[in-house]
């Protein structure tokens, strides 16, 4: 059973049909439709605070964010810059 969900590339009018398709099941189940957390994601390099300010009014409970830099020191600059831009500001 299940306690999230966690759609991939979707946004938009995709992001509100599936997680209406989720928590029909949900309640399908006899499970509290609210109780399914919902968890977006983005890269690195790329979220900003609007992305962060987006995915919270969608309702999501957490950020997975990745990243493609597979250089330690790239990637530790990636994370101050992404600090920097969305954590500090």
């Known amino acids: 059973v299940g306690d999230g969900f966690q759609p991939l590339g979707l946004d938009g009018d995709a992001l ?12 399908e189940a006899g499970r509290d439709p609210e ?10 390099d790329v979220i900003g605070p609007d992305d962060v300010e987006w995915a ?14 597979g ?3 790239r990637l530790e600059a990636q994370m101050s810059a992404f600090a920097e831009r969305v954590i500090h500001r």
Do not use: K
Not at 16 to 27: D, I, K, N
Not at 35 to 44: D, K, M, P, Q, T
């Open 35 to 44: 109780a399914i957390e919902l968890s977006l994601g983005g890269l690195l």
């Open 16 to 27: 509100a049909e599936r997680m209406s398709l989720v928590r029909a099941a949900a309640l």
């Open 56 to 69: 919270e009014e969608q309702g999501a409970a957490r950020l997975v964010i990745s990243t493609r830099e």
């Open 71 to 73: 250089d330690l020191a």
